[in-house]
């Protein structure tokens, strides 16, 4: 008797679950109401998705034991997510900072100096921690209300269970981001690009890195097989942050371009690269060719958004620099849309037989040539916005096909987003010179990277719009110093 008597004073205190019974019948009292429902508390976290909530108590009259217990129904505590916005990079995990609580404290009569914890327990909204250096761990209760259940996904830990979150930050959702990470979307707003990059087997005289093709800004669910003796490298900017310098890399997570990067390497040389993005900066993938028995067998497969294509004229977010087989036709995701590389119009393209180019001296119609176009816009947006920033001497300038090709000589590199030669190819896609470019002069020369698909060809391209200006010595310093500020420069134009 004693016993239900303090379970009812309980539940009038607001602990636990109000329900109407009486004689394990629901029983309608208008008497037992729920109060109002209390201000939300002070978020659990400042920022990576935490946890808020808000309490009410149930006001009910109890008759006489005899008659039954008159309660309320519904929950007496109710949660929500809050500070969803991502945490700072270099800012400390928050399981982490729970573990260094208990840093430089005894233990058993032990001094412990430092804690880390560990995720690969059976209930991982436990705060077990691990003395760093020992093989002693301890489990010091629940973690704090928003701690995520694994790095792996939004789920959070509330009141020691694991709460499902949706892509839209609400507790018990079931919202997903579609392949396009769009929350809740249908798949619809962006295409799939699919191809193959094959070689014959390398000659002694070529064994070594090979440009295969460029996975473009904004690139989503990338997945990137090899499976031959050669092996994948991957470029950002001008470093190499896969494979690079014959060094190979062990299978494991790699940050690459904004994103992370799943990296497998098997033991027979089969290898994976696969990251759900998207990709927030231009990477070049290449391929180290070793096996002289065997070329590469690359298969390269992205999403990219709809909205991109419309740089498809000017600068197409897809590039390949070798020969492209025919893929094999799967069918897409609904209500997607399936592309083979950039070729929206046929599923495949090859370059088995030789293209035939046409090169003569370059000749220019002022009559049909429009006045080229002032540039406009600041140093700093144009050096942001363009793939290489270089100080180069024009040594020659032919029309190639109805293109203007300049042969520079590089004389130094401010910015690129994959390794260049001494010695390179720029291009203008029109017989008007514009910008204007003059041989046997040094030119500080903005661009992208773009891919030409008469010729299956990687190239420098010079916009209309790219900022070109005779090269000044003092100009050396000021771009130095803009080079080295990039990252902090650039910020407010991504």
Same mark, same amino acid.
């Given at each position: 008797?004693?016993?239900?008597?303090?379970?009812?004073?309980?539940?009038?205190?607001?602990?636990?679950?109000?329900?109407?019974?009486?004689?394990?019948?629901?029983?309608?009292?208008?008497?037992?109401?729920?109060?109002?429902?209390?201000?939300?508390?002070?978020?659990?976290?400042?920022?990576?998705?935490?946890?808020?909530?808000?309490?009410?108590?149930?006001?009910?009259?109890?008759?006489?034991?005899?008659?039954?217990?008159?309660?309320?129904?519904?929950?007496? *505590?109710?949660?929500?997510?809050?500070?969803? +916005?991502?945490?700072?990079?270099?800012?400390?995990?928050?399981?982490?900072?729970?573990?260094?609580?208990?840093?430089?404290? *005894?233990?058993?009569?032990?001094?412990?100096?430092?804690?880390?914890?560990?995720?690969?327990?059976?209930?991982? #909204?436990?705060?077990?921690?691990?003395?760093?250096?020992?093989?002693?761990?301890?489990?010091?209760?629940?973690?704090?209300?928003?701690?995520?259940?694994?790095?792996?996904?939004?789920?959070?830990?509330?009141?020691?269970? #694991?709460?499902?979150?949706?892509?839209?930050?609400?507790?018990?959702?079931?919202?997903?981001?579609?392949?396009?990470?769009?929350?809740?979307?249908?798949?619809?707003?962006?295409?799939?690009?699919?191809?193959?990059?094959?070689?014959?087997?390398?000659?002694?005289?070529?064994?070594?890195?090979?440009?295969?093709?460029?996975?473009?800004?904004?690139?989503?669910?990338?997945?990137?097989?090899?499976?031959?003796?050669?092996?994948?490298?991957?470029?950002?900017?001008?470093?190499?942050?896969?494979?690079?310098?014959?060094?190979?890399?062990?299978?494991?997570?790699?940050?690459?371009?904004?994103?992370?990067?799943?990296?497998?390497?098997?033991?027979?040389?089969?290898?994976?690269?696969?990251?759900?993005?998207?990709?927030?900066?231009?990477?070049?993938? +290449?391929?180290?060719?070793?096996?002289?028995?065997?070329? /590469?067998?690359?298969?390269?497969?992205?999403?990219?958004?709809?909205?991109?294509?419309?740089?498809?004229?000017?600068?197409?977010?897809?590039?390949?620099?070798?020969?492209?087989?025919?893929?094999?036709?799967?069918?897409?995701? @609904?209500?997607?849309?399936? *592309?083979?590389? /950039?070729?929206?119009?046929?599923?495949?393209?090859?370059?088995?037989? /030789?293209?035939?180019?046409?090169?003569?001296?370059?000749?220019?119609?002022?009559?049909?040539?429009?006045?080229?176009? *002032?540039?406009?816009?600041?140093?700093?947006?144009?050096? #942001?916005?363009?793939?290489?920033?270089?100080?180069?001497?024009?040594?020659?300038?032919?029309?190639?096909?109805?293109?203007?090709?300049?042969?520079?000589?590089?004389?130094?590199?401010?910015?690129?987003?994959?390794?260049? @030669?001494?010695?390179?190819?720029?291009?203008? +896609?029109?017989?008007?010179?514009?910008?204007?470019?003059?041989?046997? @002069?040094?030119?500080?020369?903005?661009?992208?990277?773009?891919?030409?698909?008469?010729?299956?060809?990687?190239?420098?391209?010079?916009?209309?719009?790219?900022?070109?200006?005779?090269? @000044?010595?003092?100009?050396?310093?000021?771009?130095?110093?803009?080079?080295?500020?990039?990252?902090?420069?650039?910020?407010?134009?991504?």
């Amino acid at each position: 008797m004693d016993i239900l008597r303090i379970y009812a004073s309980l539940l009038l205190l607001g602990f636990g679950t109000c329900k109407k019974h009486f004689n394990n019948k629901p029983y309608l009292d208008t008497h037992s109401v729920w109060s109002e429902w209390s201000y939300f508390s002070t978020c659990s976290r400042s920022c990576g998705g935490g946890a808020s909530f808000r309490t009410r108590h149930c006001a009910s009259r109890i008759p006489t034991l005899n008659s039954g217990i008159q309660l309320c129904d519904g929950e007496s *505590k109710e949660f929500k997510a809050c500070n969803t +916005q991502p945490c700072p990079p270099s800012g400390p995990d928050f399981r982490d900072m729970q573990c260094s609580v208990y840093n430089n404290k *005894k233990m058993f009569g032990h001094l412990v100096r430092e804690w880390e914890p560990i995720t690969s327990q059976p209930n991982t #909204c436990e705060l077990t921690c691990l003395a760093k250096g020992t093989h002693f761990f301890y489990t010091f209760g629940k973690v704090l209300d928003g701690t995520r259940c694994n790095k792996e996904s939004m789920d959070m830990c509330i009141n020691g269970q #694991c709460i499902p979150v949706g892509c839209d930050g609400e507790l018990n959702s079931d919202a997903k981001k579609d392949v396009c990470m769009k929350c809740g979307g249908k798949n619809d707003t962006c295409s799939q690009y699919k191809l193959v990059y094959v070689e014959p087997p390398p000659t002694e005289g070529y064994i070594g890195y090979r440009n295969c093709t460029f996975i473009p800004a904004g690139a989503t669910h990338i997945e990137i097989t090899e499976n031959t003796q050669n092996f994948l490298a991957m470029v950002e900017g001008s470093q190499y942050v896969l494979n690079g310098d014959w060094s190979l890399h062990w299978s494991g997570n790699i940050n690459v371009g904004g994103t992370v990067f799943e990296y497998v390497r098997k033991t027979n040389g089969n290898e994976r690269l696969y990251a759900k993005g998207p990709v927030k900066r231009l990477l070049t993938l +290449q391929v180290i060719l070793t096996d002289s028995n065997g070329g /590469p067998n690359t298969s390269i497969s992205y999403w990219l958004p709809k909205k991109d294509d419309r740089f498809s004229n000017e600068v197409p977010k897809h590039k390949i620099t070798k020969t492209l087989t025919k893929v094999k036709h799967e069918s897409p995701t @609904k209500n997607s849309e399936t *592309k083979h590389g /950039p070729f929206s119009d046929r599923n495949y393209f090859t370059n088995d037989k /030789p293209i035939t180019t046409h090169t003569y001296k370059a000749k220019f119609d002022s009559d049909r040539c429009p006045a080229c176009e *002032k540039i406009r816009g600041g140093r700093v947006k144009h050096f #942001c916005s363009s793939d290489f920033v270089i100080h180069a001497e024009v040594v020659d300038k032919h029309i190639v096909n109805g293109q203007i090709r300049f042969d520079v000589a590089l004389l130094h590199t401010y910015k690129t987003s994959s390794p260049l @030669k001494e010695r390179v190819f720029l291009w203008i +896609q029109s017989t008007c010179n514009c910008p204007i470019i003059r041989t046997n @002069k040094d030119y500080l020369i903005m661009g992208v990277n773009t891919y030409d698909a008469a010729s299956g060809e990687s190239r420098l391209v010079i916009l209309k719009n790219s900022l070109v200006r005779s090269w @000044k010595t003092k100009d050396h310093e000021k771009w130095v110093k803009t080079q080295d500020k990039q990252e902090t420069l650039c910020k407010r134009f991504l």
